[in-house]
């Protein structure tokens, strides 16, 4: 964001002004399209964010943020795919490596529900078992670490997926080696598994969509599958940190009690 302003401004920040930044905010993106609420205010705060930062470095005198009324954001409307969505998405990934490797990602993102970040970022040494159990270790937003359950099925995918590219976590290159071959050790990049993803979305006829629809299907999911509000809440490791930090102390390492029913949910 900040790339773009600046670009196309022309300027340095310590001539920029407040009608400059409005005609910027509200005005059309790299994509071309209107921006939402949303996306306005988020320009706003990276804009605002940079020029506290100028200040207290003493290299500006002021703010030309402060002189605009930030909108109000709409909230938007949930979403998430149901256990036949995800059961179509599943049915078009195809056999190959990259698709069973891609089917292993999709599982874990469905049944987990962490973020794209979370998932993508797991390396061989996250992973660990105890008896029947497999366990991942997490590192999630603002710094936060944990460990829980991996569901069989996500599991048992990432093992299949392992094995048709001639690894497996016994021998991986390292404990720092990608969970998910793809350049090297570091893996799959996200942007190359989004554009998969939408592919696949295409093909099963689904609405187009980012990583992040996974995380809404698997809070859908859990709430269909009988939990309720806190419990999916506590999955999630949503509300506030006070909360959130109680949540995550009672979650270590604690067996996963629903992933069976949602895996039954979109036939596994």
């Known amino acids: 964001m900040l790339r773009h302003f600046f670009g196309r401004a022309g300027k340095t920040p310590d001539v920029v002004t407040s009608q ?10 790299l994509s071309g399209k209107t ?28 703010n030309p943020c402060d002189q605009l009324e930030r909108p109000r ?27 069973l490797r891609d089917r292993a990602i999709i599982l874990t993102l469905v049944l987990t529900g962490r973020r794209r970040a979370e998932v993508l970022n797991l390396k061989a040494g996250d992973l660990s078992s105890e008896g029947d159990a497999a366990y991942y270790t997490y590192r999630g937003k603002g710094g936060k670490t ?11 995918a990432t093992q299949r997926a392992l094995t048709a590219f001639g690894k497996n976590l016994a021998t991986m290159g390292g404990p720092t080696e990608s969970l998910w071959p793809g350049n090297g050790s570091s893996g799959i990049t996200s942007g190359t598994f989004y554009l998969r993803l939408r592919k696949y979305l295409q093909v099963a006829g689904l609405p187009l969509s980012g990583v992040h629809i996974f995380r809404h299907s698997a809070a859908k999911l859990r709430r269909d599958a009988g939990e309720t509000v806190e419990e999916v809440s506590r999955f999630l490791d949503h509300s506030s940190l006070a909360v959130t930090s109680v949540y995550l102390r009672r979650l270590e390492g604690e067996g996963d009690r629903s992933w069976g029913k949602v895996a039954e949910a979109i036939g596994l």
């Open 73 to 99: 954001a709409r909230q938007s409307t949930p979403r998430g795919l149901s256990a036949d969505d995800i059961r179509r998405l599943l049915a078009v990934v195809p056999d190959t490596n990259a698709g």
């Open 20 to 29: 400059e930044v409005f005609v910027w905010a509200y005005g059309n993106g």
């Open 35 to 62: 921006p939402s609420s949303t996306t306005i205010g988020a320009r706003i705060a990276c804009l605002s964010s940079f020029y506290h930062f100028l200040m207290r470095m003493k290299m500006v005198q002021a």
């Open 146 to 156: 944990g460990r829980r359950e991996l569901p069989r099925p996500a599991y048992e």
